[in-house]
């Protein structure tokens, strides 16, 4: 199998543990791995004094307990709705019965920054939430611009960092960031199941909301302190987790990491060229290739890689608009056969 969905293809080393017998998770050796792996998450994303909180659990739970625990403890959000992902933020948001705005972005374009600054000022927001990438569309907004804004205006920033998270450079301390969201199949690819957030320093002492049981925040953070979670964990995914840091680091950290992805993305868009796929994206990330090809009927192109070639990409509602990962094991070869194989189907 080959899959250019999340998490991709996944090193053989990091699948085994999944077979193998686990430690208790009530014991000190479980602890040390999963203080271990704050730090190495920390550094990664360079959050210095920072804290983190691992769910069992997607991103959208992960995101679903920021609004719960601080975006509810403001008075108003102010959403950057630039796709699916983005709009999760809103309806989030509206469930919780949290006062926000929807700040529409069309399909695959960036933001226009003047106007987001004006509207962010006329909201009267006091938190804005926002995506990195928005993973629907390919499109990468950028966090520099959106941080100024927020530091000019006293306005605190929450970002998913979902897909860029190891796939673009980020530094939570530089930009000023309070929380990122992101979960483990994208850039950290190993099987989905976990979710984590990150809280700057800036965040301690702070006092949150206690509106679900589950996803509360001081509950997970007191438990976090001596290496343990208020609930049962998935405690195979938390020592992959451990375990995928660990080779992160030997592999040369996250610039080489980021590196590589750029490099993938830069050779399958050269495809794209060559099979005159359009990318929409104004601003593509390396995350992910989001194009669109003329299969806007029956998407054999979906279905042609599973049956021929036990091959996954990602499909869209938007038809003829598939997306390629460029995260997890993937090599120069296995991507020029990928996009022929793609127009192969294209063409029937």
Same mark, same amino acid.
């Given at each position: 199998?080959?899959?250019?969905? $999340?998490?991709?293809?996944?090193?053989?080393?990091?699948?085994?543990?999944?077979?193998?017998?686990? @430690?208790?998770?009530?014991?000190?050796? $479980?602890?040390?791995?999963?203080?271990?792996?704050?730090?190495?998450?920390?550094?990664?994303?360079?959050?210095?004094?920072?804290?983190?909180?691992?769910?069992?659990?997607?991103?959208?739970?992960?995101?679903?307990?920021?609004?719960?625990?601080?975006?509810?403890?403001?008075?108003?959000?102010?959403?950057?709705?630039?796709? =699916?992902?983005?709009?999760?933020?809103?309806?989030?948001?509206?469930?919780?019965?949290?006062?926000?705005? %929807?700040?529409?972005?069309?399909?695959?374009? %960036?933001?226009?920054?003047?106007?987001?600054?004006? =509207?962010?000022?006329?909201?009267?927001?006091?938190?804005?939430?926002?995506?990195?990438?928005?993973?629907?569309?390919?499109?990468?907004?950028?966090?520099?611009?959106?941080?100024?804004?927020?530091?000019?205006?006293?306005?605190?920033?929450?970002?998913?960092?979902?897909?860029? $998270?190891?796939?673009?450079?980020?530094?939570?301390?530089?930009?000023?960031?309070?929380?990122?969201?992101?979960?483990?199949?994208?850039?950290?690819?190993?099987? *989905?199941?976990?979710?984590?957030?990150?809280? =700057?320093?800036?965040?301690?002492?702070?006092?949150?909301?206690?509106?679900?049981?589950?996803?509360? $925040?001081?509950?997970?953070?007191?438990?976090?302190?001596?290496?343990?979670? *208020?609930? =049962?964990?998935?405690?195979?995914?938390?020592?992959?987790?451990?375990?995928?840091?660990?080779?992160?680091?030997? !592999?040369?950290?996250?610039?080489?990491?980021?590196?590589?992805?750029?490099?993938?993305?830069?050779?399958?868009?050269?495809?794209?060229?060559?099979?005159?796929?359009?990318?929409?994206?104004?601003?593509?990330?390396?995350?992910?290739?989001?194009?669109?090809?003329? %299969?806007?009927?029956?998407?054999?192109?979906?279905?042609?890689?599973?049956?021929?070639?036990?091959?996954?990409?990602?499909?869209?509602?938007?038809?003829?608009?598939?997306?390629?990962?460029?995260?997890?094991?993937?090599?120069?070869? !296995?991507?020029?056969?990928?996009?022929?194989? @793609?127009?192969?189907?294209?063409?029937?």
């Amino acid at each position: 199998m080959n899959s250019y969905a $999340f998490p991709g293809d996944i090193d053989e080393r990091i699948m085994e543990i999944g077979s193998k017998p686990f @430690i208790y998770m009530r014991t000190d050796e $479980f602890s040390k791995i999963n203080l271990e792996s704050e730090q190495m998450l920390l550094d990664l994303i360079h959050c210095k004094n920072g804290r983190t909180i691992v769910y069992t659990g997607s991103g959208t739970g992960a995101m679903s307990a920021v609004v719960e625990n601080y975006v509810s403890t403001k008075k108003r959000a102010f959403v950057i709705d630039g796709g =699916s992902f983005g709009h999760r933020w809103y309806s989030l948001c509206q469930y919780y019965k949290v006062d926000a705005v %929807d700040y529409i972005v069309p399909f695959a374009q %960036d933001i226009d920054y003047e106007d987001m600054e004006k =509207s962010l000022v006329e909201s009267g927001a006091d938190v804005l939430l926002c995506q990195h990438h928005e993973t629907s569309t390919g499109q990468l907004f950028n966090l520099n611009a959106i941080s100024e804004i927020c530091k000019r205006h006293g306005v605190s920033l929450v970002v998913d960092v979902i897909s860029s $998270f190891l796939a673009e450079p980020l530094n939570m301390d530089e930009l000023g960031i309070d929380i990122c969201v992101t979960s483990t199949q994208k850039g950290l690819n190993i099987p *989905p199941g976990l979710s984590i957030l990150f809280f =700057s320093a800036h965040l301690k002492g702070y006092t949150y909301n206690h509106l679900g049981y589950y996803w509360d $925040f001081n509950d997970n953070l007191d438990n976090l302190r001596r290496g343990q979670t *208020p609930f =049962s964990p998935a405690t195979i995914l938390y020592l992959q987790l451990h375990a995928r840091l660990l080779q992160l680091k030997d !592999e040369g950290g996250e610039d080489k990491n980021i590196a590589e992805i750029h490099h993938r993305a830069k050779v399958f868009r050269a495809y794209c060229k060559k099979y005159g796929w359009d990318i929409p994206a104004q601003c593509p990330s390396a995350a992910i290739t989001g194009f669109q090809t003329s %299969d806007t009927a029956e998407r054999c192109i979906f279905r042609g890689l599973i049956e021929a070639y036990d091959t996954y990409i990602m499909p869209c509602g938007k038809p003829g608009f598939y997306r390629v990962s460029h995260m997890g094991l993937q090599t120069d070869e !296995e991507l020029r056969l990928l996009a022929e194989r @793609i127009h192969e189907f294209e063409k029937q």
